[in-house]
């Protein structure tokens, strides 16, 4: 197979030989589901138990406060309609730099009766504290803002935030799917009452997330049914990959300080040389994770990029909704006041824990190269 | 490890080693979020719409009629909560043995001003017509009723309950998670608007399931964001479970026909065994599937029987519903008029593809030794 050099760890991450190792059995000779009372049972049910204490050790929680859900978006989307179909309508206020799956859900409550808010937050993508401030005097019900933003990195100070809403009453949620394993996460810390987790952006499997939740919100589950995870998450839990991220969520902690040091200083050499090609940097006066650089050149495509470095054998992220036909201008650059003809250029680069200087270097030629020849191509049309 | 007889198939499914070989790739070099546009990307791309055909093509459907979602309880729960959000409130029918992840976000909907009703079965399990054409004649909005029973097997006639439905303008439902692969599931033939299905009952991966639709019903997510899966499934997509379940698809209608002719005498052999044992069996003059047997030996506690089989070696299920801390008899047996404390005896054999005559008659003796082990325990307390 053509391996490109995979420099997309923010969309997806490889799985670290560990965590294949806790889930291979489960392809083979384990199987079993948790709710069965027979040995094949009690033996998922073993295994998941273990994972959650794992995760609940990775974000300074109790295992008991560790909800297993399919996924981040899942989680983010329990905790914003768990809540909501439990209280009474309020307003509901998210960050403008949210993911899709704070923002779309946050939306919808609109139909039942929420008054929906995106709170601004400044040109480097950090959250706007005086507009901040005049929000929680409106005593919200639910906040949302995330940890470290997927595309540009920036990671907001939540505590002081969760602060402010917690002392007026209100539920406070951060998205902590790209900060795992790439900051420090400690969900006491932080208090926060929900915090979502994502297991494939930790070189975990995908098809495993966890909502953690303080157990005084009350909460309605999106998948109702058998009664599994305290009544909030049914369906037969996914062992193999649960006891794959509880092995992620081990790893990654234990990595993680010697993995970002190497990687931010990677980081520095590849934004040296992005500078030098004519980049503007996004959210760089920012606090940012080590890994993440969001960028763009002025007047270049950025899907057309991302297609000629895909071809020249790098893959990296544009900074367009890029699920959809036709894409969209990255609603995180639009919030932090970006045009979107620039917005429309933005790349993103998120590095792994098995990149190397050679791929950085590798990678700024071939960019130089592929800006050269759609620069001549440009001049050639104008 | 101690590895018992198997014989709890509606449960879980081990994997077949066919659906491993397609999966193990992405637990090792394989890789890629399938919203990625880079070689990585379009491989995982690639994947899950080969998978998408596989399923379709296993029910009679069109791929793009395929909704992957976590898992059967989701594919329910996004049939029921999304026609929910999307209409008017109104009736909603579901049978009385249908399995919780129907009947809880049904019975939730009557805080959004719809009303519930549960349409009554007969003694071995069948919708009761009479009851069933009165109700239709309300014009419920949505219909829910299962195709093949978890607990009893038994197997309902949708097609022209379905045509009913659909005739008055209502929408029909059907969960069909226990019926792949062990009866003929047909999405056109059916005639209903939504059909749920699950890889692990087949074979195949937790963590995969479907949901077809048909494409006129207007559908909200229950995962809402980055818009994966026609926006109807937000979350990056679970390639590695959903290249299983493609593959599982296929097998499974292979060798449906051979392999549950044979599981059919199998259970014959079984159901002989047990009616000589005492046993009275569920559903036994309804149309059933040809692996499941569902019985009871009067004043004999259930859970106890699966204890004591499984310290002998045999993996049985009980009647009861199990992912509580208290378990409750089975509500399918009570909604067919059994008493609660027969129903509270009840035992769940169901077979698979690796049984055979020697499982089964070793099953028999231990189930006979248990029983005497038991009654003599009884008639000492007694």
Redesign the interface.
């Given at each position: 197979?053509?391996?490109?050099t995979?420099l997309?760890h923010n969309?997806?991450?490889?799985?670290a030989p560990e965590v294949?190792e806790v889930?291979?059995p489960w392809?083979?000779?384990?199987?079993?589901?948790a709710?069965?009372?027979?040995?094949?049972?009690r033996a998922a049910r073993k295994a998941i138990e273990e994972a959650r204490g794992q995760v609940a050790a990775a974000v300074n929680a109790h295992p008991s406060e560790v909800i297993f859900t399919?996924?981040?978006?899942?989680a983010?989307?329990l905790f914003i309609k768990g809540v909501a179909?439990q209280a009474k309508p309020g307003l509901i206020a998210v960050s403008g730099v949210e993911?899709?799956?704070?923002r779309?859900?946050a939306r919808?409550l609109v139909?039942s009766g929420w008054r929906y808010h995106e709170l601004a937050v400044d040109g480097a993508g950090r959250i706007d504290r005086a507009a901040f401030d005049t929000l929680v005097s409106e005593k919200p019900r639910l906040v949302s803002v995330m940890l470290a933003n997927n595309e540009t990195g920036v990671v907001q100070d939540i505590a002081p935030l969760a602060h402010e809403v917690r002392v007026r009453g209100g539920w406070m949620h951060t998205d902590a799917v790209q900060a795992l394993g790439r900051m420090d996460v400690d969900f006491r810390a932080l208090g926060v009452h929900g915090l979502a987790l994502?297991a494939?952006k930790i070189y975990g499997?995908?098809?495993a997330g966890a909502l953690i939740v303080d157990k005084r919100v009350d909460l309605?589950p999106?998948?109702?049914?058998?009664?599994?995870e305290r009544n909030l998450r049914?369906?037969?839990?996914?062992?193999?990959?649960i006891a794959g991220f509880g092995r992620a969520c081990e790893l990654v902690v234990t990595a993680r300080a010697e993995r970002m040091a190497r990687l931010e200083t990677l980081r520095a050499h590849l934004e040296h040389g992005l500078s030098g090609l004519g980049a503007c940097i996004f959210g760089f006066a920012a606090p940012r994770l080590g890994n993440t650089s969001f960028f763009a050149f002025p007047h270049v495509d950025g899907?057309t990029l991302?297609?000629r470095?895909?071809r020249a054998g790098f893959?990296?992220?544009?900074g367009s909704?890029?699920?959809?036909a036709h894409p969209e201008p990255s609603h995180t650059l639009l919030a932090m006041g970006v045009a979107p003809e620039l917005a429309r250029s933005a790349l993103r680069v998120s590095l792994g824990a098995a990149n190397t200087r050679q791929d950085v270097d590798g990678f700024l030629q071939a960019l130089g190269e592929s800006l050269a020849s759609l620069r001549t191509l440009t001049a050639m049309v104008v």
């Open positions: 197979m053509f391996a490109p995979y997309d969309a997806t991450t490889p799985l294949r889930m291979l392809l083979g000779e384990r199987f079993g589901n709710s069965s009372r027979h040995e094949y049972g399919s996924g981040g978006s899942e983010n989307n179909a993911h899709p799956c704070v779309e859900p919808q139909r994502s494939h499997p995908i098809g309605a999106v998948v109702a049914g058998g009664g599994q049914s369906g037969t839990e996914n062992v193999m990959a899907e991302v297609g470095l895909d893959a990296v992220a544009s909704a890029c699920s959809s």
